[in-house]
């Protein structure tokens, strides 16, 4: 019998459990035949699925490849956030023991509760910088005023010193030498004021 393209295995069969008698039927040809492609066809099926399960198999470790980094990053990610609240100060009944890495709502929510924290402090603080700022520009109005009034009645003290000089040391002048002979001079000299300031 020549069948072409005869499974390896089906010959080996035919020539192990059957006479060349039974191979001359034509029935028995077109059994083979359908066996023979049986075999071919599980051939074929058993390679697609082998390469099937190589591609599957290569698939299943890069996704499995990718999801152990993407869960490595997460992990390193939820460590630095950890440190991170750590680092804040928390404020009284907030306490960073209950801090869980799995458990990532409980660190959103403690995170905005420390942002909110922290923009209430900030708004204290431009509030407080602003009343320092009122403060000290009211500081320099005053102190600006006070010291208009110092020079000015600094200049009426002195001026008011140095009349009473005058007035003394004419008073000395004439004494010692008379109304007649007494002159500016004598007396701005025993007052220690200048001719101009006498004027």
Do not use: W
């Not at 399960?53 to 460590?79: C, F, G, H, P």
């Not at 890495?101 to 922290?118: A, H, K, P, T, W």
């Not at 320092?132 to 001026?159: G, T």
């Amino acid at each position: 019998m020549q069948i072409p393209n005869l499974h390896k295995l089906l010959t080996k069969q035919i020539a192990k459990h059957l006479s060349d008698d039974c191979l001359q039927q034509e029935r028995f040809q077109n059994f083979i035949k359908a066996v023979n492609e049986s075999y071919l066809n599980f051939e074929r099926d058993k390679e697609l699925f082998e390469h099937s399960a190589q591609i599957n198999e290569r698939d299943y470790a890069e996704i499995n490849n990718k999801l152990k980094a993407e869960i490595t990053q997460r992990r390193l990610s939820v460590e630095k956030l950890i440190d991170s609240i750590h680092l804040l100060e928390a404020k009284e009944g907030l306490e960073s023991k209950s801090l869980d890495s799995n458990n990532l709502l409980g660190l959103v929510d403690f995170l905005q509760i420390q942002i909110e924290n922290r923009k209430l402090f900030e708004s204290e603080l431009r509030n407080a910088k602003e009343i320092a700022e009122r403060a000290n520009q009211a500081k320099s109005e005053f102190l600006s005023m006070m010291s208009h009034e110092i020079r000015h009645l600094s200049r009426e003290i002195v001026r008011a010193s140095q009349r009473g000089r005058m007035l003394d040391a004419m008073a000395l002048v004439v004494s010692e030498k008379g109304y007649g002979p007494a002159t500016i001079a004598d007396v701005t000299a025993r007052a220690g004021v200048s001719r101009k300031t006498f004027y």
